[in-house]
């Protein structure tokens, strides 16, 4: 069983930046894929970015490459997304989550556990 929190959400100014994280329990939370899915209103929830257990491997969704960046800390049992040059349209509440496959993979079906969800909102 793991357990996600996620924390560093906010209110931010296009342009702007925040950094999420999201701390897990759990002995096994080395051996765990990590990922960031969000669901923006009246929209399906969407891959955000993900990061292989060892943390050599991540993937982005093309609305975030290049400016969002995932990584994660072993000691801290902790996963981090880092936001910069943020846009009105990424305004959605923001999940962490873990799958045991241990991969970067995308595909939401594979994360079994899930945090409460914290909410961006990007002002214009």
């Known amino acids: 069983q793991v357990q996600l929190v996620e924390s560093g959400g906010g209110l931010v100014q296009a342009g702007g930046s925040l950094r999420l994280s999201c701390a897990a329990s759990?002995?096994?939370?080395?051996?765990?894929?990590m990922g960031w899915i969000r669901q923006a209103p009246g929209k399906e929830r969407e891959f955000v970015a993900a990061?292989?257990?060892?943390?050599?491997?991540?993937n982005y969704a093309d609305s975030v490459k290049d400016r969002f960046t995932i990584f994660r800390d072993g000691v801290k049992n902790t996963v981090y997304l880092q936001m910069n040059s943020l846009r009105p349209e990424d305004t959605a509440v923001y999940y962490c989550?873990?799958?045991?496959?241990?991969?970067?993979?995308?595909?939401?079906?594979?994360?079994?556990?899930w945090g409460q969800g914290i909410q961006v909102t990007v002002s214009s």
């Open positions: 989550a873990a799958r045991a496959s241990g991969t970067a993979a995308t595909s939401l079906a594979q994360f079994i556990y």
């Open positions: 759990g002995r096994t939370f080395i051996t765990y894929g």
């Open positions: 990061i292989s257990a060892g943390g050599g491997n991540s």
